[in-house]
C-alpha cells in the first residue's frame, strides 16, 4: 500500500462518469437528463412543500374549524405531590417561591405558574405562584403554609 495504489473503499463513491449537458457528443447533451418541458425541467426549480402535482394539496382540501384565543393565558401546572417530593428530598425548607421554582426547572423565567392540588401537602410551606387551585390552597393552608398569589 503506497500513495500511488490509493481508492476509495468499495462502493463509497457513486458518480457517474458521463457529464451532463456538455453537448452532444457526450450522450447526454440536449435535455441533460431532464426530459422535455414541465416544470422540474427549468433552471432554477424547487418544489414547494406539500406540493401534489398540480392536484389541490392536502393542507387546503382539509375543512378548516375551530378558534384561538389570542389573549389565552397559559399557565405552567406544578402538583402539591412535586413540591412534597422536593421537601422530602432536601431542596427546599420551607418557602417555595418563583425563583426555586424556576431553578430547579419545573418551569422557564417567562412563564405563568399554577399550582395544581394533586397529591398531599404534609409539611408547612409558603407557596408563591401566579395561580392556585382551590384545592390546591385548601390543602397549603391545611397543612399551616401559605398561599401568595403574585
Not at 28 to 33: L, P, R, V
Not at 61 to 79: A, C, D, H, L, S
Not at 80 to 90: F, G, P, R, S, W
Not at 112 to 139: P, Q, Y
Request: aromatic share 4%; net charge positive; glycine share 14%.
Amino acid at each position: 500500500m503506497d500513495l500511488s495504489n490509493l481508492k476509495p473503499a468499495e462502493g463509497s463513491v457513486r458518480n457517474n462518469s458521463k457529464r451532463i449537458g456538455r453537448g452532444q457528443g457526450s450522450g447526454k447533451g440536449g435535455t441533460a437528463t431532464r426530459g422535455h418541458k414541465g416544470a422540474k425541467s427549468r433552471s432554477g426549480y424547487s418544489r414547494k412543500i406539500g406540493f401534489e402535482g398540480g392536484q389541490m394539496p392536502l393542507q387546503r382540501r382539509v375543512p378548516k374549524f375551530g378558534f384561538t384565543n389570542i389573549n389565552r393565558k397559559e399557565y405552567q401546572g406544578i402538583n402539591l405531590d412535586t413540591l412534597q417530593q422536593m421537601v422530602e428530598d432536601k431542596k427546599v425548607k420551607d418557602i417555595v417561591d418563583l425563583d426555586t421554582i424556576i431553578a430547579f426547572g419545573l418551569a422557564g423565567k417567562n412563564e405563568l405558574v399554577k399550582i395544581l392540588g394533586r397529591g398531599e401537602l404534609t409539611t408547612k410551606l409558603k407557596v408563591s405562584a401566579h395561580k392556585f387551585t382551590a384545592s390546591a390552597k385548601a390543602a397549603i393552608e391545611a397543612a399551616g403554609g401559605e398561599a401568595v398569589t403574585l
